[in-house]
């Protein structure tokens, strides 16, 4: 079994069968094209030695396959204390996913104690290891890569969830993930988590994924404190708060498409 999300091979990216979502067996969860973007982001130039991503918008343009994949970034507004730069995912077809990030220098600030939010769900330890996934007719995928532990909710009971979740697998091989790969990875799945809706007679589709951090995450753990709300239009989203053990460090929100399945 593989032991990375992706391999690299020369110039592409290759996904391995722990990106399979839940729905298609030939294309990713869109938590491992997250990362991957992310990634690439955190390598252009400066981005490593001082800018921190703010903000990170993903537009999902359509279902990203299981296939060798080009992954690109640029800087589009360069600046000394913020800079805006973007990120493009590719197969033969053409653009699959794109991400936009504002990065920020970050520098010391004298805050009164009381402006530094240092609240947080009940730990890992403290939450329940047992919980299956629902069933996805795949014995390996993003469902069994990552680590999950329920404070409340689970995958089969509708409404909202309070989850922890980590890496079992490092992005690429041989590189340790970073704390901003750990968030992206898992920041998707706000929408899966805390479904209010039956998923064997409804769709909830998410078209993008907006990702604000106000810190970044400490150790592997991150936590999901989701809600998602449909709307009899057809359109919904979800809000997803997010943790590490120390207290929050930003929020996640989604636009889903909602829909009644065909039959």
Not at 141 to 150: K, V
Not at 220 to 244: H, K, N
Request: charged content about 20%.
């Amino acid at each position: 079994m593989a032991d990375a999300f992706f391999e690299i091979d020369g110039e592409k990216m290759v996904p391995t069968e722990l990106t399979r979502g839940p729905w298609d067996p030939n294309s990713q969860h869109a938590g491992p094209p997250a990362a991957l973007l992310g990634r690439e982001i955190e390598r252009l130039e400066g981005g490593g030695g001082g800018g921190q991503v703010g903000r990170v918008t993903y537009e999902i343009l359509r279902a990203v396959p299981i296939a060798p994949l080009t992954v690109s970034a640029r800087v589009v507004r360069p600046g000394r204390r913020v800079e805006l730069v973007e990120a493009s995912l590719a197969d033969e077809q053409g653009e699959v996913m794109r991400a936009n990030a504002w990065r920020l220098r970050p520098g010391p600030v004298e805050l009164p104690a009381e402006l530094v939010p240092d609240d947080a769900p009940p730990g890992p330890d403290a939450a329940d290891p047992t919980t299956s996934f629902f069933e996805t007719g795949q014995d390996v995928g993003y469902h069994t890569a990552m680590e999950y532990r329920f404070v409340t909710g689970s995958f089969v009971d509708t409404g909202p969830a309070t989850v922890w979740m980590r890496m079992l697998h490092p992005l690429v091989p041989g590189e340790e993930p970073t704390p901003l790969q750990r968030v992206l990875i898992a920041a998707d799945s706000g929408n899966g988590v805390s479904a209010t809706l039956d998923y064997h007679r409804y769709l909830f589709i998410n078209v993008d994924l907006s990702v604000h951090l106000h810190r970044m995450p400490e150790g592997e753990w991150v936590c999901l404190d989701a809600v998602t709300i449909p709307q009899p239009t057809g359109i919904g989203m979800s809000d997803t708060t997010l943790y590490d053990e120390r207290g929050q460090i930003g929020r996640a929100a989604q636009t889903l498409l909602v829909a009644e399945r065909d039959g």
